[in-house]
């Protein structure tokens, strides 16, 4: 099989400070306060690790939580990666689900705010964000050959990710449910004659 790269990607804690309404790329803090869960996730983890986040301070808050909380620590400092940032949402940011719902009328997506071709105002679409995040990973599965990467990062890229393990389309990839301090394990590896493959080991698996 060679040389296997495994992926531990986490789903930040969750956001309160905008409670019921659209955040994307807006930076809030997360909430960090459930301590059994944490404790329950981190023995989850691997040693040795690569670890990398977004841009964003809710994935750096849950992975400091994560070492607290006894998670092995990784091989060297917590590196930021700014492709793997949520989807931007434009004029949507700030705005409450609901309104955004009565808003777009068919256009809601039952899974996601849009459909993976939608753009919203000044935003980015959810094929974009695919776009973006699919060409980080290969980058990154090149740099860690052979490594474990345990990934904090958001719903969007995460999804992102599943859909190039599986040669999904992107609107496709909105079917997967991907909940906060969750994991979602797939791995790469080399195939006979110089191809390559993925697996998909767990999918939105909470901390148990």
């Given at each position: 099989?060679?040389?296997?790269?495994?992926?531990?990607?986490?789903?930040?804690?969750?956001?309160?400070?905008?409670?019921?309404?659209?955040?994307?790329?807006?930076?809030?803090?997360?909430?960090?306060?459930?301590?059994?869960?944490?404790?329950?996730?981190a023995?989850?983890?691997?040693?040795?690790a690569?670890?990398?986040?977004?841009?964003?301070?809710?994935?750096?808050?849950?992975a400091?939580?994560?070492?607290?909380?006894?998670?092995?620590?990784?091989?060297?400092?917590?590196?930021?990666?700014?492709?793997?940032?949520?989807?931007?949402?434009?004029?949507?940011?700030?705005?409450?689900?609901?309104?955004?719902?009565?808003?777009?009328g068919?256009?809601?997506?039952?899974?996601?705010?849009?459909?993976?071709?939608?753009?919203?105002?000044?935003?980015?679409?959810?094929?974009?964000?695919?776009?973006?995040?699919?060409?980080?990973?290969?980058?990154?599965?090149?740099?860690h050959?052979?490594?474990?990467?345990?990934?904090?990062?958001?719903?969007?890229?995460?999804?992102?990710?599943?859909?190039?393990?599986?040669?999904?389309?992107?609107?496709?990839?909105?079917?997967?449910?991907?909940?906060?301090?969750?994991?979602?394990?797939?791995?790469?590896?080399?195939?006979?004659?110089?191809?390559?493959?993925?697996?998909?080991?767990?999918?939105?698996?909470?901390?148990?």
């Amino acid at each position: 099989m060679g040389m296997v790269t495994r992926w531990w990607w986490i789903r930040h804690a969750p956001v309160t400070a905008n409670h019921g309404c659209c955040y994307g790329q807006t930076d809030f803090p997360c909430d960090v306060d459930d301590q059994a869960a944490l404790a329950r996730l981190a023995p989850m983890l691997p040693q040795g690790a690569v670890w990398i986040a977004s841009p964003l301070q809710r994935t750096t808050m849950t992975a400091t939580a994560l070492l607290a909380a006894g998670a092995a620590p990784p091989e060297s400092a917590l590196t930021v990666e700014p492709e793997l940032i949520e989807q931007h949402f434009g004029a949507w940011q700030g705005v409450k689900y609901t309104e955004l719902h009565a808003r777009q009328g068919s256009d809601w997506h039952g899974f996601w705010l849009a459909p993976a071709q939608v753009t919203p105002p000044g935003g980015e679409s959810f094929a974009a964000l695919t776009a973006r995040v699919q060409p980080a990973i290969e980058r990154l599965n090149e740099r860690h050959s052979g490594r474990d990467i345990v990934s904090f990062s958001h719903g969007g890229p995460i999804r992102a990710a599943l859909g190039l393990a599986l040669g999904l389309a992107p609107e496709d990839s909105l079917a997967f449910a991907i909940d906060n301090l969750s994991l979602t394990r797939i791995e790469h590896f080399p195939e006979p004659g110089g191809a390559h493959g993925w697996r998909v080991v767990t999918v939105n698996l909470p901390p148990r």
